[in-house]
T-cell receptor
Framework: DVKVTQSSRYLVKRTGEKVFLECVQD?????MFWYRQDPGLGLRLIYF???????EKGDIPEGYSVSREKKERFSLILESASTNQTSMYLC????????????FGPGTRLTVT | GEDVEQSLFLSVREGDSSVINCTYT??????LYWYKQEPGAGLQLLTY?????DMKQDQRLTVLLNKKDKHLSLRIADTQTGDSAIYFC?????????FGQGTTLQVKP
């Protein structure tokens, strides 16, 4: 079974803090994705990566950066957390770029106070 | 531009059929997906359809695609309380998924 794990289920941070969200997949997938989920807005793509050390901006990259130093690990970084980044963050991975299933982690609910 | 729209809420009685609708705008979509999210969990793929198909059936699930109207639907036959969840449709464009807002399905006993 494919497993995508995220470092925390719940996280509370203060405004201005640097926040790291970690995602690890165990199926040797090339492709990894970070989304945020907000009620009434669905999932919005923040960043994605098709290979190690490679990253591409999604639809809402402002205020975020990512790191992919190893194939299995994709990190989302909030350089200076703000209250409007309070959200559910979902990581996903996939084997094929087009037409394949994206496997999702359980999500990290981040609250910025 | 890319946009996927769904109604936000659907309530049905146990045993009835549920139909969740979705419209999308980008005609270059290659695959269209239905994902399910149970409370406190990530998304799980339910089914998908290739853009040159009209219909796909998988046990209690039937997906209908009207490419001319850019309309996708998911029918769940004999809906059970365990089907209560949020259902997302998504279109695949150059490997990226564009998601709708999600439809919360409430199943009343």
């Amino acid at each position: 079974d494919v497993k995508v794990t995220q470092s925390s289920r719940y996280l509370v941070k203060r405004t201005g803090e640097k926040v790291f969200l970690e995602c690890v997949q165990d199926m040797d997938h090339e492709n990894m994705f970070w989304y945020r989920q907000d009620p009434g807005l669905g999932l919005r793509l923040i960043y994605f990566s098709y290979d190690v050390k490679m990253k591409e901006k999604g639809d809402i990259p402002e205020g975020y950066s990512v790191s992919r130093e190893k194939k299995e690990r994709f990190s989302l970084i909030l350089e200076s957390a703000s209250t409007n980044q309070t959200s559910m963050y979902l990581c996903a991975s996939s084997f094929v770029r087009e037409g394949g299933e994206q496997y999702f982690g359980p999500g990290t609910r981040l609250t910025v106070t | 531009g890319e946009d996927v729209e769904q109604s936000l809420f659907l309530s049905v009685r146990e045993g009835d059929s549920s139909v969740i609708n979705c419209t999308y705008t980008d005609s270059s979509s290659t695959y269209l997906y239905w994902y399910k999210q149970e409370p406190g969990a990530g998304l799980q793929l339910l089914t998908y359809i290739f853009s040159n198909m009209d219909m796909k059936q998988d046990q209690r699930l039937t997906v209908l695609l009207n490419k001319k109207d850019k309309h996708l639907s998911l029918r769940i036959a004999d809906t059970q309380t365990g089907d209560s969840a949020i259902y997302f449709c998504a279109e695949s464009i150059t490997g990226k998924l564009i998601f709708g807002q999600g439809t919360t399905l409430q199943v009343k006993p």
